[in-house]
């Protein structure tokens, strides 16, 4: 299979709207306060990243871009008597395919918005949205996991049992704090 720079393009779409998708998980499931995976906690973030990424509607324009440039280039080519799929000089020519490239000689479809194109913007909104999701999650988990290691270390050194741990969460969740002491066991709250 050969990668085109249509799906490289609507590739580098996907990425920016995972990262989008990302930071507004990070942020929706930091805002709750809560220490460690809940469920509803999970879904309401979820259709926090969902409902931002409503605003970007206007990608769907953007991911189908290389279709509009590429289907403009056929046309005009075609009407210029050249083959539509690599440019030869078709003028004099009887064959009906291209004898350069193989192509039917025939004038292609003009680009259209069709439902195949709002389907499209879906399915990239979701693929966006299981890799932002499921990044930002794992980072989240990664970071609670790293936080309960120093939490047990503390203990494992027989503090008093009112031992306080505290710290900021890493990037981007730097405005919560995650805590940690022996009476209430493992809390998160936002620093502001």
């Keep these: 299979m050969s990668i085109t720079w249509t799906f490289t393009f ?3 779409i996907v990425l920016g709207l995972s990262a989008h998708v990302f930071l507004m998980y990070n942020l929706a499931r ?11 906690t999970i879904v309401l973030a979820v259709l926090f990243s969902a409902a931002m990424l409503i605003p970007l509607f ?3 324009c953007l991911a189908d ?18 083959c ?3 440019g030869y000089n078709c003028e004099n020519i009887s064959s009906a395919t291209c004898p350069e490239c193989g192509t039917a000689l025939l004038e292609p479809a003009r680009y259209q918005w069709t439902w195949q194109t709002l389907r499209r913007y879906v399915v990239l909104n979701v693929i ?23 939490a047990s270390t503390l203990e494992l050194q027989q503090f008093p049992s ?31």
């Design 162 to 192: 009112t031992v306080l741990l505290s710290r900021n969460r890493i990037w981007p969740n730097n405005d919560s704090n995650i805590r940690y002491d022996t009476l209430t066991g493992f809390t998160a709250r936002n620093s502001q």
């Design 30 to 40: 930091v805002l709750n306060g809560g220490f460690g995976m809940n469920l509803g």
């Design 84 to 86: 539509p799929s690599c």
């Design 65 to 82: 871009v290389p279709e509009m440039l590429l289907s403009q280039r056929a046309q005009r080519r075609f009407s210029n008597g050249q």
């Design 128 to 150: 966006a949205m299981l890799i932002g999701v499921g990044f930002g999650e794992s980072l989240l988990t990664f970071d609670e996991l790293m936080f309960r290691r120093e």
């Design 10 to 12: 609507r590739a580098v």
């Design 58 to 60: 206007w990608v769907v």
